[in-house]
């Protein structure tokens, strides 16, 4: 069942106090963010639904919103999202060759999820760091300069973090 | 060198935790302000002649001045953080390195406009970024510059970061508010102007990151020494973010009276271009401003230098000259392709248009096809035509300024590289082994000498 633990909902008290009365439905991208952390990476119909309860608004108003915006996953994703700009400045610097490397080793394209369910390959526009490119966004933060080795380390890295994790 | 305003401390050591900011002069222009009367605030920044630094050019203290204060009914600052115009990084830097000086411009900002909730819209992805502003707000709340009663002088302030979730178009001031609602970031038709009606319904006022930030400048120093800074109408000092081909990817504080060529080869900044090079073109302030020939880059049509100002970067409007935009500094070396370069921007379009307005959600969708097939050997002659004419019938026909942005681009680039789109046409194989190169759009341009 899709539900806040005690500090998670406190959390989305404090972020609803942030607006005049009445107004909750500011929270509404705050707490999607929360809610797609907290139940598996990617938002459910059960978790939006939980969510519009939450705040008291309609479901609909929640599917409007968690479909408009790209950083939220309507389906499930592998445990580590590559997410890899490819817009101008970072095409300019050599994104497409690391979009290529990463297919080679790991075989999948954009929007594709390795078969163990580790990785997803995600091409994106642009995160607002194109002097440090070609670069990727993975979880809560950005690796830059990226390098075929370095995609190398970033790879052997997540999975000595997943098997340290399991 | 150049004066720096907002960026000669990012560099101490420690200067992003409170201490520090405050034993190198922080705050200073809050403690100022705040004895000052409001309207006074608003006059010196109108004094100052700082323009709005994220992409317009709007004149702040001109806007702040425009806010509506009905009876009872409170008002808000939103500083836009949202910084996705590709090319563009610089509030970024300023977040991460120097976070006090937003948050004291904010303060001082709130004062003047009489805004006791204020919110930082921050973009999704700059999630780590959140944690170092809200450290900061935190800093400065413990240490009296926010809360109740600052120094006394019966102001409350609260600062709040709201962080996005990935649309470029909540850059837009209308789309961000509707998103700090809690809604799809479809911008709202103008008027009314947020300063009457804003988020809530209530008068709001939308400024930039590094606007807000310069505003430290100008009351410490006021507004009109500011002024004296830079040129003309390009008062101050301006962040740059320079990317792409050169030596030195990075931001820079420059002061608008450094030329386009100065900047691009001397080691201060961007440090020439990489792998010794050509320069071929650029895009001067963000993907969504004219890109420029190498030949009209560093000296304008009429044959003159060519200046990092708002005023000599547009001279010679669209057809020979580009803008200052948001300063995302986007350079292309000889071996680049206008094409390819094109339609990455083009898509990058197409995926950010809200959808509301059928002449961008459509023609953006045409003009990345279009150019996609162009720059892998399938295009016709008559395609070059017709994304002229897309272009034409998006731009002015659009409820907000996406649609421009998405049409200028192409224009441009149609406009001074004709011969590189044609030359894809003509040649479907070649193009999808090698770049067109140089041509003669780092020539010398004959500047026909008239009386
Ligand atoms: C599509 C679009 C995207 C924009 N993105 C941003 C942005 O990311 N950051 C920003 O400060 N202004 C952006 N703007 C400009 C804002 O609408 C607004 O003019 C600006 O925040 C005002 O602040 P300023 O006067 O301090 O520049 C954008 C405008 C448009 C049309
Ligand atoms: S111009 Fe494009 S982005 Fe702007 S409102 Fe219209 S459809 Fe939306
Ligand atoms: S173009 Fe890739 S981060 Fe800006």
């Keep these: 069942m899709v539900k806040f633990s005690d500090d998670k909902l406190a959390k989305v008290q404090e972020i609803v106090q942030r607006y005049p009365e009445g107004k909750q439905k ?46 939220y996953n309507l389906q499930p994703v592998g445990k580590y999202l590559f997410e890899v700009c490819h817009t101008g400045p970072c095409m300019l610097r050599g994104s497409d060759d690391i979009v290529t490397y990463i297919y080679e080793k790991l075989g999948i394209k954009s929007g594709e999820t390795t078969a163990d369910g580790m990785f997803t390959l995600k091409t994106v526009e642009c995160l607002g760091a194109c002097g440090y490119a070609p670069m990727m966004q993975l979880g809560k933060y950005y690796k830059e300069h990226l390098t075929k080795e370095r995609v190398d380390s970033i790879i052997e890295e997540c999975k000595k973090n997943a098997a340290s994790n399991n | 060198m150049g004066v720096k305003l907002l960026l000669e401390k990012a560099h101490v050591p420690g200067i992003r935790g409170y201490d520090v900011y405050r034993s190198e002069g922080g705050y200073r222009s809050v403690e100022k302000a705040l004895k000052m009367a409001p309207a006074d605030i608003v006059e010196e920044v109108k004094k100052s002649g700082l323009r709005g630094r994220g992409g317009a050019g709007f004149p702040a203290g001109m806007k702040w001045s425009f806010i509506a204060k009905p009876e009872g009914v409170p008002r808000h600052l939103v500083c836009n953080a949202d910084e996705s115009e590709p090319g563009t990084f610089k509030d970024r830097y300023l977040m991460e390195n120097i976070p006090h000086l937003l948050i004291e ?69 209308t789309a961000l508010i509707e998103s700090l609602e809690g809604k799809r970031g479809n911008p709202r038709i103008k008027p009314p102007f947020p300063a009457v009606k804003g988020v809530w319904d209530r008068p709001t006022v939308v400024n930039n990151v590094e606007t807000l930030a310069a505003v430290v400048p100008v009351i410490n120093m006021g507004g009109e020494e500011y002024a004296k800074i830079g040129v003309g109408r390009s008062t101050g000092t301006k962040l740059i973010s320079a990317c792409g081909n050169i030596n030195k990817p990075g931001v820079y504080e420059i002061d608008m009276t450094i030329s386009v060529e100065e900047f691009i080869y001397s080691e201060e900044f961007c440090g020439g271009i990489a792998n010794g090079k050509r320069i071929k073109a650029c895009i001067p302030g963000g993907s969504s401003v004219p890109i420029l020939p190498a030949n009209l880059l560093f000296k304008t049509a009429k044959g003159e230098t060519r200046y990092m100002n708002y005023e000599s970067l547009s001279d010679g409007g669209f057809a020979t000259g580009s803008m ?37 959600r459509e023609g953006t969708g045409w003009m990345e096809k279009i150019l996609k097939s162009i720059e892998t050997g399938k295009g016709k002659m008559s395609d070059i035509d017709l994304l002229w004419d897309i272009q034409r019938k998006i731009e002015g026909n659009t409820i907000c300024p996406l649609g421009d942005a998405a049409a200028w681009p192409v224009a441009a680039a149609i406009r001074h590289f004709r011969d590189e789109f044609e030359w894809h046409v003509n040649n479907p194989i070649e193009c999808l082994n090698r770049n067109f190169g140089l041509a003669h759009y780092a020539d010398e341009i004959h500047v026909p000498v008239t009386a």
């Excluded at chain 2, 406009?113 to 992805?125: D, P």
């Excluded at chain 2, 094109?342 to 002449?359: D, K, V, W």
């Design chain 2, 324 to 360: 200052m935009g948001s300063g995302g500094f986007i350079v292309l070396d000889e071996d680049q392709c206008i094409v390819k370069h094109t339609y990455t921007l083009a898509r990058f379009y197409r995926h950010e248009s809200c959808g509301q307005c059928s002449p961008c």
């Design chain 1, 26 to 71: 500011s929270a509404l991208i705050p707490v999607l963010h929360l809610a797609q952390e907290n139940f598996g990476g990617w938002l459910s119909a059960e978790t939006m639904d939980y969510v519009a309860e939450l705040l008291q608004i309609s479901s609909i108003e929640v599917y409007e919103v968690a479909t408009f915006y790209s950083m």
């Design chain 2, 105 to 173: 411009g904010l303060i001082v900002a709130s004062f003047a406009l009489g805004s006791n909730a204020t919110y930082i819209y921050i973009r999704g992805e700059y999630a780590w970024i959140v944690d170092i502003l809200e450290q900061a707000i935190n800093e400065a709340k413990q240490n009296g510059w926010l809360g109740k009663n600052i120094l006394d002088t019966g102001f409350d302030c609260e600062i709040y970061v709201q962080r996005g979730a990935g649309a470029y178009i909540c850059g837009e001031e």
